[in-house]
Each structure stands twice: as structure tokens, then as C-alpha cells.
């Protein structure tokens, strides 16, 4: 068993850019304005299919594997949508921070998305180390300098929760450049653990994605489109008006479209429980926020520019609907 190895470099964490960014609008608002009249025939077509085609069990082929869970699987996923309404955090709480902004969580959630690449960690590791931070701000009071260990103990949290061999204690100092110890780290850990009640099963939106991906019957291209569409909205604060399950569906909806095929389906719609009509207003606020985005904040986009990830990130994202 191989040792995880050490990241070459530390990585550095700046909140040197002290202006907010331009505001967007209230992604609720947001999503009233823009679903207006605006539809082409591809849409129309496609809000046909999705009423009368086939629907597929995505599961039958699975029911002999006792790892899928095939039989729980559907109990399972709407647990997770009335969940979700529980472990979600509303874009209301930077209000009640007064040394810290939406600028510095996206700068924040920037630095984590490199460590977590770096680290070579799980997805799910990523997703709940994000809804950490923003529950836990939620509840307490943040100085600026402490926002970076509020980031890396989180990351430590959910690492402990997610993965086999999470990063040692020694590596999470190196990765802060030294900036907190050990002993600062473990006391956030007991912290944030005690304000969130040890709260730390959540359904995030990634659990979504790979359900829908395969109620979407996706190739590989459409996996890491959606990826990358999903990771981007992690940096988004306004976006946290929308449920995990809808930001999930609405990067599978972009993803569907960039790729040429039908907007939803009829087994999407069985599955996700949404129809497209309810995800459009979504796809639109994500769009928004992707187009709205610091072009300096450019973690995900180099991530999903390797041949790894089919260099996805040079995709032009679908603006027709």
C-alpha cells in the first residue's frame, strides 16, 4: 500500500483582492426575469419528448449487484430530496458576517477546489466540504484571517468523512504555507463539529449528478461536462438559493444541450422529478453566475482543461434557451 505522497508546493491563499465583486441578482429574481418568452423550437420539441417517450429502468441491470442497492435506491433518493431542504444553506448568512464576503468565500472555495485536485480526493469530498463551511458561517461569527482555517478544517472534516486515507494533519499545515498549527486546527475541528451538532451526512449535489447522469444515459463526455458545470457553481453564493437536486439537474440539462441531444427526457423526468420547465429558470441562473464569474478564480476551469477531464472546460456552453 502506497503512502499518499506530499504535494510538491504549498498553495498559496490570497484574499489581496479586497473589492466585491459585481452583485449579481438574487438568483430567485434572477430566475423570474429570465424565464420569459424565450424558447426555440429545439425546446419545444424537446418538452414533448420528454412527456411521451419510454422510460427506462436505470436500475434492472444493477439489481444483482449488491453494492448498487437496487432496491433501496429509489427510497433512498427521496429521502434525500426532503433532506436536502434540512442540510442547505440560504444565500442570507453573509449578512450577519461583518468581517467577510462573498468575494472571500469565492476566493475561499477557489483555493479548496485546487487542494482537493492536489490531494487527489473524492468528489463528494469537495461538495460536503463546501456546505460545511457555509452551514458553519451560518451559525458563527468569521475574522478574515480565520476564514482559511475554517476552509482547510472543513476539508479535514469531510476527508475523515469520505475518504479511505484522508490527508495527514501535517500536510493540511503545509498546504496553509504554516499560516495555522496542528493544535488550531484540531480545536476548529471540535468547533465546527459542536455548532453543527455533528450534523455531517448531507445529500449534496454531486449524490444527485450521478443519479442523474444515469437516468440520463450519459457518455463520457456528458459526465465531465456536467462535472465541470456542477463544480463551477461552488463558488457561486448566490446559487445557494437552489437545492442541491437542481443545480444537478440543471448541469445536466446544459451539458444535454451542448452535446446536441434532447434537454430532458423522459426518464430524467422520472427519476429527478423535475420537469424542464422547472429546471430552465436553474440552467439560466447557472449560466448567469458562469458568465458572471471572477476570471481571476480559475481552479475549476484549469482543472477541467486537462486531457483528464476531456478538456471540457473549452466547451461553449449552451445560451440558447
Same mark, same amino acid.
Given at each position: 500500500m502506497e503512502p499518499r505522497q506530499k504535494?510538491?508546493?504549498?498553495t498559496s491563499f490570497s484574499m489581496h483582492i479586497e473589492q466585491p465583486a459585481d452583485n449579481m441578482n438574487n438568483a430567485t429574481k434572477l430566475s423570474r426575469n429570465l424565464s420569459g418568452?424565450?424558447?426555440?423550437?429545439?425546446?419545444?420539441?424537446?418538452?414533448?419528448?420528454?412527456?411521451?417517450?419510454?422510460? &427506462?429502468n436505470i436500475d434492472e441491470r444493477d439489481a444483482n449487484d449488491p453494492l448498487c442497492a437496487a432496491e433501496y435506491v429509489k427510497g433512498m433518493y427521496e429521502y434525500y430530496r426532503v433532506k436536502e431542504r434540512e442540510t442547505s444553506v440560504r444565500p442570507t448568512f453573509m449578512a450577519t458576517q461583518p468581517h467577510i464576503n462573498e468575494r472571500m468565500r469565492a476566493i475561499l472555495t477557489d483555493w479548496l477546489v485546487e487542494v482537493h485536485q492536489k490531494f487527489k480526493l473524492v468528489p463528494e469530498t469537495l461538495y460536503l466540504t463546501i456546505n460545511l463551511i457555509d452551514r458553519y458561517l451560518s451559525k458563527c461569527e468569521v475574522s478574515r484571517p480565520k476564514l482559511q482555517l475554517v476552509g482547510v478544517t472543513a476539508l479535514l472534516i469531510a476527508s475523515k468523512y469520505e475518504e479511505i486515507y484522508p490527508p495527514e494533519l501535517r500536510d493540511l499545515v503545509y498546504i496553509c504555507d504554516r499560516a495555522y498549527s496542528k493544535q488550531e486546527i484540531l480545536d476548529m475541528e471540535e468547533k465546527i463539529l459542536k455548532t453543527l451538532k455533528y450534523q455531517i451526512t448531507v445529500p449534496s449535489a454531486h449524490?444527485?449528478?450521478?443519479?442523474?447522469?444515469?437516468?440520463?444515459h450519459a457518455d463520457k463526455k456528458m459526465v465531465q461536462?456536467?462535472?465541470f458545470i456542477l463544480d463551477g457553481?461552488?463558488?457561486?453564493?448566490d446559487l445557494l438559493d437552489y437545492l442541491p437536486s437542481? @443545480?444537478?439537474?440543471?448541469a445536466v440539462f446544459i451539458a444535454r444541450r451542448c452535446i446536441g441531444r434532447n434537454s430532458w427526457s423522459p426518464t430524467l423526468l422520472a427519476y429527478a422529478d423535475y420537469c424542464e420547465e422547472e429546471i430552465l429558470p436553474v440552467a439560466r441562473a447557472v449560466i448567469k453566475a458562469k458568465m458572471n464569474s471572477s476570471h481571476e478564480l480559475r481552479a475549476v476551469t484549469k482543472k477541467?482543461?486537462?486531457?483528464?477531464?476531456?478538456?471540457?472546460?473549452?466547451?461553449? @456552453?449552451?445560451? &440558447?434557451f
Open positions: 504535494p510538491r508546493h504549498a418568452s424565450q424558447s426555440s423550437t429545439f425546446s419545444a420539441a424537446s418538452g414533448s419528448y420528454q412527456h411521451t417517450g419510454q422510460v &427506462d449524490a444527485f449528478l450521478v443519479r442523474y447522469l444515469k437516468a440520463g461536462l456536467s462535472c457553481t461552488l463558488q457561486s453564493y437542481q @443545480l444537478a439537474a440543471a477541467y482543461s486537462s486531457g483528464r477531464y476531456g478538456n471540457v472546460a473549452e466547451t461553449n @456552453l449552451s445560451l &440558447d
